[in-house]
């Protein structure tokens, strides 16, 4: 299995309160994404990085803001979390650019805003 | 832009039937296809990827696809279906750019005993 960890696992938040995920790899991959699940749409993108402090917008990136400031780590921030933003969240890694190449998937973070 | 199209959100099957699960791809330049698998509370894994090397590609768990280029689709099957095949299954396009990945809505297979 890749070393992908994600952290935490499960929260419970509140309207209007900042909240930061992170993903941690071991695998010493250059590029890194994040996605959101939801019933009826799939998996979605929301940002990505090609690099440390290289990161760009994904579909649905409307409320989150990402840092990467080591390869081992992608933090995904909701600054203001909404009902809408509950979801799970998973990160992944792939080792290279081509089209070709697959992503690993973390383990995912469930998170519920009230 | 490129997108899939996977029909049915959910599939039924007894132990030991046939599988198959559809999915249509649009695409305006030859497409990296994917099928992953997610088991309930997991990440997803992959199961089989095309990369236009040959047209039937053979993935992990009994489970092959077939790119169909006339038919713009990726079904994926499998023989004989087992218990531990319930899960919920993605199929997926790759964008060109930093290999971002665009998924289907997802399939999820049920397997009655």
């Known amino acids: 299995d890749a070393g992908i960890t994600q952290s935490p696992r499960h929260k419970v938040t509140e309207t209007g309160t900042p909240v930061t995920l992170r993903c941690h790899q071991t695998e010493n991959h250059r590029y890194m994404y994040w996605y959101r699940q939801d019933p009826g749409h799939g998996l979605r993108l929301i940002h990505y990085s090609y690099g440390v402090k290289d990161t760009d917008k994904g579909e649905v990136s409307d409320g989150y803001s990402v840092s990467r400031s080591k390869t081992e780590d992608f933090l995904l921030t909701l600054e203001s979390a909404t009902s809408s933003q509950t979801s799970v969240y998973f990160c992944?890694?792939?080792?290279?650019?081509?089209?070709?190449?697959?992503?690993?998937f973390g383990p995912g973070t469930r998170l519920t805003v009230l | 832009a490129q997108s899939v199209t996977q029909l049915g959100s959910h599939v039924s099957v007894s132990e030991g039937a046939l599988v198959l699960l559809r999915c249509n791809y649009s695409?305006?330049?030859?497409?990296?296809l994917f099928w992953y698998v997610q088991y309930p509370n997991q990440g997803l894994q992959l199961l089989l990827k095309?990369?236009?090397?040959?047209?039937l590609v053979k993935g992990i768990n009994g489970f092959e696809a077939e790119f169909k280029k006339s038919e713009t689709s990726f079904h994926l099957t499998k023989p004989s279906a087992h218990m531990s095949d319930a899960a919920e299954y993605f199929c997926a396009v790759s964008r060109t750019g930093f290999q971002k990945l665009v998924f289907g809505t997802g399939t999820r297979l049920l397997v009655s005993p």
């Open positions: 095309y990369t236009s090397a040959a047209t």
């Open positions: 992944a890694i792939s080792a290279g650019v081509r089209s070709y190449n697959e992503q690993f």
């Open positions: 695409s305006s330049v030859p497409p990296y």
